[in-house]
């Protein structure tokens, strides 16, 4: 039954089932997904999940608490989803690869891990990558250092991508990222090779590139940097 408010105004029935903070951090990462940091609010989850304030502050503090459990959430599945390879470099790389893509369908998560850069499920991604260095013999004196390297660039290049999407997707004009790039080509283009031999050369491949694909060409230079270590 529809329950009405004074007013004569619907209000929408409540949730007969459960609630979870698992079902908290569901709804809000879909929230987030949808509109950004900013369509997160209490209010919009008590809609979502049928429920009422209290039911949620039962589960949760407030909305940075779920924004950090979700972004955690997120975190722990790429551990989780990860499959290990009987090379570490490999399991390495797709590690990598599975953050990258984490942050790029979820492009919030880079803002929280700017401000919360030691959530406990990063914490659990540096361990693994440092388990995977031992096992790739590098040295233990380099270890520390090249752990430190390789989240640094995942991170920092993963949350530039989101942030570079999200700018795009954001802007009031209808430019998409093939015409990002084009344009950023063309001015490239127009510089004089003599002064920018290098810029001038990369134009081709500024249109052309795929993130994805320079990104992990990075990990491969790093990869490759670990294996003079030993």
């Known amino acids: 039954m529809v329950k009405r408010t004074a007013a004569g105004s619907q209000r929408a029935p409540r949730r007969t089932e459960g609630l979870s903070r698992e079902l908290i951090v569901q709804a809000a990462t879909e929230l987030l997904d949808a509109g950004g940091e900013g369509a997160l609010t209490l209010r919009a989850l008590t809609a979502r999940l049928s429920t009422g304030y209290g039911a949620i502050y039962h589960h949760v503090a407030d909305k940075g608490d779920v924004l950090a459990a979700a972004t955690d959430d997120v ?8 499959v290990t390879d009987t090379d570490p470099r490999e399991t390495l790389r797709r590690l990598a690869l599975g953050l990258f893509d984490a942050i790029d369908a979820h492009p919030w998560i880079g803002a929280e891990l700017s401000r919360q850069p030691w959530r406990p499920a990063l914490l659990d991604f540096y361990e693994s990558i440092g388990r995977l260095l031992d096992a790739l013999a590098v040295p233990e004196q380099a270890r520390f250092d090249a752990a ?11 949350a530039q991508n989101a942030a570079n999407a999200r700018h795009l997707t954001d802007s009031d004009s209808d430019t998409d990222r093939a015409a990002f790039l084009e344009t950023a080509a063309a001015r490239w283009a127009q510089l004089n090779p003599s002064q920018y031999p290098f810029v001038h050369a990369a134009v081709t491949r500024l249109r ?17 940097g670990i294996a003079a270590l030993r």
Do not use: K
């Open 75 to 82: 975190i722990t599945r790429v551990l989780s989803g990860t």
């Open 148 to 158: 430190g390297t390789l989240m640094n660039y995942v991170l920092g290049v993963a």
């Open 208 to 224: 052309e590139h795929d993130d994805r694909d320079q990104f992990l060409a990075g990990v491969d230079i790093f990869l490759a």
